[in-house]
Each structure stands twice: as C-alpha cells, then as structure tokens.
C-alpha cells in the first residue's frame, strides 16, 4: 500500500506534511526525510486508534474477521 504525502516548506525552515488518503495523518520534520518518518508514525498510530475504536463497537457480537490485501 503507497501513501501520497503532501509537503510544504514553512516559514522557519520545518517542513510540514499530511497523508492525502489520511487527511488526519499530520506532522512535520527538520528535514523531508524526517516528515517522511514521522508521517509513517502518524498513519501506523492512526490506524491502530481506529482498530481499536472498532473493536470495542464490535465488542461482543459475533462476527468474521477477515484480512484483505490492498495492492
């Protein structure tokens, strides 16, 4: 699965990032390498707030559990 981010330069050097597909995965970084990074850690820890939020709304219900590659 590939991400798009979108990088801006501000004013004091930083630079700031957010995942297009994931308009709530945001951070920045000293360098584009670092944004990169931490965008990734923003995505991953979204992902795993989001899981666990379903989990508890399917607590106790009888489901199928099935995992899907998106290519």
């Known amino acids: 699965m590939k991400f798009n981010a979108i ?3 501000s004013e004091d050097g930083w630079y700031i990032g957010q995942i297009e597909e994931m308009p ?3 951070s920045q970084g ?3 390498l670092e944004l990169k990074e931490n965008l990734l ?4 820890l979204l992902m795993d707030v ?3 939020k379903t ?8 489901i ?6 998106v290519s």
């Open 41 to 44: 850690d923003a995505v991953l």
């Open 24 to 26: 709530a995965a945001i």
């Open 30 to 32: 000293k360098t584009i």
């Open 50 to 52: 989001n899981r666990e």
């Open 55 to 62: 989990e508890k709304e399917y607590m106790g219900k009888e």
């Open 7 to 9: 990088i801006e330069k």
């Open 64 to 69: 199928i559990r099935e995992e899907i590659l």
